[in-house]
């Protein structure tokens, strides 16, 4: 079955560049999306179609997708920004990645 | 303004069947492509994908749990019911419910605030 790695955990220091990795297999043949969780709310979709941000998502938010890893990248990272992160994607099926919990340290 | 909710019991005992239902609002699951989620998360732990109804009635399950899930739809209530089977204690998450389009490269835009369900005698 298909799966999508992520790191447990990435710290970051305020006002610098936090990637966030996911990896699958050819995972640049397929569309890659990524959520926002924050403790005990719902995710929010941040990033669609390997690049996209909905409206009202901060463009310190942006994102890659090539090969089998796709990034989340978080410019000028806020205190705000401290959440986990979950990558997304189909195979035939919805695939959810393990999550990466973001620490702004 | 699209919002989704999610109700249903908060307490089932092993190997009771869990009915979930989610109510929305702002769209209509007759318009082509429209589909609803479900997606729940035990406690700590990562979001795991249930399974999807779409506007044609089309319905994918993750194949691990296909066996002990039904997912319909009622397009006239604004409705998608979800039914587990045989719940057990690792069942304990919170489950939400999500909206959809029919395309691979489509996310879960919107979400409900989610329903903590837990399995106990």
């Known amino acids: 079955s298909y799966e999508l790695t992520q790191p447990p955990s990435v710290s970051v220091s305020p006002g610098q560049t936090a990637n966030i990795t996911c990896s699958g297999d050819?995972?640049?043949?397929?569309?890659a999306c990524w959520y926002q969780q924050k403790p005990g709310q719902s995710p929010i979709l941040l990033i669609y179609q390997d690049y996209m941000r909905p409206s009202g998502i901060p463009e310190r938010f942006s994102a890659s997708n090539s090969g089998s890893t796709a990034t989340l990248t978080i410019s000028g990272t806020q205190a705000i920004d401290e959440a986990d992160y979950y990558c997304?994607?189909?195979?035939?099926?919805?695939?959810f990645g393990g999550g990466t919990r973001l620490t702004v340290l | 303004q699209i919002t989704l909710k999610e109700s249903g019991p908060t307490l089932v005992k092993p190997t009771q069947t869990l009915t979930l239902t989610c109510t929305f609002s702002g769209f209509s699951l007759s318009t082509s492509g429209v589909g609803v989620g479900w997606i729940r998360q035990p406690p700590g732990k990562a979001l795991e994908w249930l399974a999807l109804?779409?506007?044609?009635?089309?319905?994918r399950y993750s194949p691990s749990l296909m066996t002990r899930l039904t997912i319909t739809k009622d397009t006239s209530k604004s409705q998608v019911v979800l039914r587990i089977t045989n719940m057990d204690a690792v069942d304990t998450a919170t489950y939400f419910c999500a909206r959809s389009w029919y395309s691979t490269s489509s996310p879960f835009e919107y979400w409900g605030q989610g329903t903590l369900v837990t399995v106990s005698s």
């Open positions: 997304q994607a189909w195979d035939n099926i919805v695939i």
């Open positions: 050819k995972l640049g043949n397929k569309y």
């Open positions: 109804i779409y506007w044609n009635d089309d319905q």
